[in-house]
């Protein structure tokens, strides 16, 4: 019989700490923090990672200082539908405000992963100057930086191991900022800049590639031509994962070969991306690698099927592939057939804005990988068309499904057979899918699909909607179902005011809301402000100069996105965004 | 429920309207309905007969769920759609397309005017921005009030298009000048198409 706290408090903190130390999810570490005053402190002060979901959920300040001992943060700044072009640029998710928080409360800070926010040069140059032991820094889809910020993390980043900068939008206006990595420096084990737009000076990469023997990771960007790049790669032969730069030149036999040496030199590779415009002359230098591959990133080859075919079918070991539609349905139904381990499929659209699409890429693609593929958890497919058939034979065959994004490419798209809307099909995903974390909906869809989602999908997190839905009715059933939904997301969707204020309660069990296009007024969100308090309700509006308390209540809003947060309205709200 | 048939017909209804306007350019209202996002454009304003009529019958006979009749509206080509992300999309077309030269001027000229006009295609975000600017600048041209008229690009090709039909950064990257033609040829041009 448990004795009680008496029992317990005779253990001291350390051990507690260790017991805690095994609890990796963030939720856990919550949980324990809850039981007693005892823990919570103990917790508090043994946490070492930190994950940020929301920039504005929380203050820096009161995080710092809630955690002093973190020695790992991840935050995270603008909605996702800031990839699409959806938010305005100057919406927020500026760093700053963190970096200075931490660069006061975190002085033994190694690990900083930003995505989606707004980093400058001055904020690069206080991490730089403010972490001793700082060992990786990830920027993801972030911008408001240039190379020479960069340069200030090479030069004084003595420990750096990782440096992952993956699509953010760098000025370039630092040409040499790699040769500010100084000579000692030989720590690095992972380097990212296949995002960067400049050329590199190629000597000054070979000399850091070469002292650094702990290299595993390197991810060039396009501007490299091919023999340099070759030169470079052979310096580091225990690479485990590569994105190389330009993978095309003109036909030369001696480069060739050399090619085809370099690549058969890698033993340890792993992970293959990059490949940019990769022509048919050099592409079987890669064969050799193919069967160890377990990541293969085609996106930015221009491969045509044939070839992506065969090179394919080499990957027996592949459980992640990225590649252009231009693999067409044969190329999937060979990949069906020889990439038994394949676990994540991505299928990305080479003529997006196409209006007749010339590439034969459809459903039965994807229908043919469900089938083959027993351990496909994650898709991302975009496609012209698709049946409920088809849904419905994939959730069969797939009940393991964690991620389905289907994008058919033409909003409404209905089954191309049937002429009905994809609601049995879908419906048929998130009944049989029950582990689905995140899915994403295309093509035309009526209120049937979102009481399958409400009812059905209780373990997703994240759900993407778009020209979908006839009323509210659709927006009610998610809000008031999906138990677990952390992210709701919303375009071009007939859902308004009723089912927003019908389950203001559920908007602070997620992390956000986003909702454009819609047909939410003014008022509703006056409404919910008043109810939620500690929800953020932003308006965001680029039309009209006029401010938001001169507007009426049934004034239709543009752009909406509601986040929990702690830490009341934010202070830095460009002239577009307005908090209710 | 409010919402629901009705209302989505409403504006599917207003989207296969009957007009000598631009594609794409709505008359302005105190209550603007819920927008399908900024700068929505559709393909060549051809008369929508066919797709009104449709719209009625679909009205007399509410299909169960209302089902959304904006399929008439496909070739709409909207802001974030595909959602495609940004970046990748830059790149990618950029490999694609030809080395971007800084600022993109373009001539603009317009029927009846003396002399001709150049604007930076750059400056502007989408083709609401544009036609707006366009108007200001030969506001003093317009002659009789409401007279139509219609906006055209020469493309690499030399082709006459009329603008709006493309993405926005398709349009700017083939647009070699622009010609604003007004009056009788401007409505035969628009009735024309197929």
Known sequence: MVRGFGGAAAFPDEVWELVFSFLAADADRNAVALVCRGWHRIERRSRRRVFVGNCYAVAPAAAVRRFPEVRAAAIKGKPHFADFNLVPTDWGGGAEAWVEAMAGGWPHLEELRLKRMVVSDDCLELIARSFKNFGVLSLVSCDGFSTAGLAAIAANCRNLRELDLHENEVEDNCLNWISHFPESFTSLVSLNIACLEGDMNTSVLECLISRCPNLKTLRLNHAMPLEKLVSLLQRAPQLVDLGTSKFSADHHPELLSKVESTFAGFKHLKSL????????????????????????NLYYATIQSPELLKLVSECKNLQRLWVMDLIEDNGLIAVASSCKLLQELRVFPSDPYGVAPPISLTEHGLVAISAGCLMLHSVLYFCRQMTNAALLTIANNRPNLTCFRLCIIDPHTPDYISQEPLDAGFSAIVESCKDLRRLSLSGLLTDRVFKSIGASANRLEMLSVAFAGDSDVGLHYILSGCKNLRKLEIRDCPFGDKALLDNTSKLET???LWMSSCSVTLGACRQLAQKMPRLNVEVIDERRGRPLESWPDDFPIEKLYIYRTVAGPRSDTPPCVWTV | MDGGVGYVDVDALKATELRLGLPGSDEPSEKPPPPTTTTTTTTAARPSKRSLDEDRAARREPSEGGRATSTRATKAQVVGWPPIRS?????????????????????????????????????????KELREALKDMFKCFEGCKGSEYAITYEDKDGDLMLVGDVPWEMFTSSCKKLRIIRGAEAIRGLGSSQ
């Open chain 1, 510 to 512: 997620m992390r956000s």
């Open chain 1, 273 to 296: 991306s990059g490949i940019w415009e990769a022509g048919p002359a050099y592409l079987p230098a890669i064969y050799s690698v193919c069967e160890s591959l377990t990541s293969l």
């Open chain 2, 87 to 127: 970046y990748r999309k830059n790149s990618f077309q950029a490999m694609k397309t030809e080395a971007e030269v800084a600022g993109l001027y373009v001539k603009v000229s317009m029927d009846g005017a003396p002399y001709l006009r150049k604007i930076d295609l750059e400056v502007y975000k989408g083709y």
